[in-house]
Antibody
């Protein structure tokens, strides 16, 4: 069955970067877009962007351009998201999802805490 | 960006009752709307897409309706396991945007 397994929680200092992973299994990784979604504490969901593993093509929410970098490793069926120049506003749970319109499959989320 | 206004933010109902959650888009999104459920410790679950199409595995007591700007998620004959957070999401245009969520508590 389709699974998206995300990396564990991260505690990072302000100004630093963090890279998280999303390992896909149960389907052909290169056939589906992978999207990333942010859920801040007590707030709703924000779509960050998406990447097509087959070509590496990406699309971003303007709000996250320059903040998020999306990459993939096709050899391991893993998608990555790196967040740079972290501030307290970046503290959140980040989810990877399969597909680009509605999301039938979600990872379990990666908690990122930005604190000195 | 398409703003999604979801209401109510909180809802409490007893098993067997029916509830409805509203989602209004700031512009017409045709039927490009999905509904999700989130329960503590569990992954997000897609319930409905294309406004009214039940995802495989979604119980038939769930239904979605609407098009254009106004949408509704209805849960008939509530079950205790229906508690959780519910979100709507439009995919008519990017950036994809979500409603603010509805917390459903079972009395």
């Amino acid at each position: 069955q389709v699974k998206l397994l995300q990396s564990g929680a991260a505690l990072v200092k302000p100004g630093a970067s963090v890279k998280m992973s999303c390992k896909a299994s149960g389907y052909t990784f290169t056939d589906y877009w992978v999207s990333w979604v942010k859920q801040s504490h007590g707030k709703s969901l924000e779509w960050i962007g998406e990447i097509y593993p087959n070509s590496g093509a990406t699309n971003f929410n303007e709000k996250f351009k320059g903040k998020a970098t999306l990459t993939v490793d096709k050899s391991t069926s893993t998608a990555y998201m790196e967040l740079s120049r972290l501030t307290s506003e970046d503290s959140a749970i980040y989810y990877c999802t399969r597909s680009r319109n509605w999301f039938a499959y979600w990872g379990q989320g990666t908690l990122v805490t930005v604190s000195s | 960006d398409v703003q999604m206004t979801q209401s109510p933010s909180y809802l409490a109902a007893s098993p067997g009752e029916s509830v409805s959650i509203s989602c209004k888009a700031s512009k017409s999104i045709s039927n490009y709307l999905a509904w999700y459920q989130q329960k503590p410790g569990e992954a997000y679950k897609l319930l409905i897409y294309s406004g009214s199409t039940l995802q495989s595995g979604t119980p038939s007591r769930f239904s979605g309706s609407g098009s254009g700007t106004d949408f509704t998620l209805t849960i008939r004959s509530l079950e205790p396991e229906d508690f959780g957070l519910y979100y709507c999401q439009q995919y008519y245009e990017k950036p994809l945007t979500f409603g603010s969520g509805t917390k459903l508590e079972i009395k």
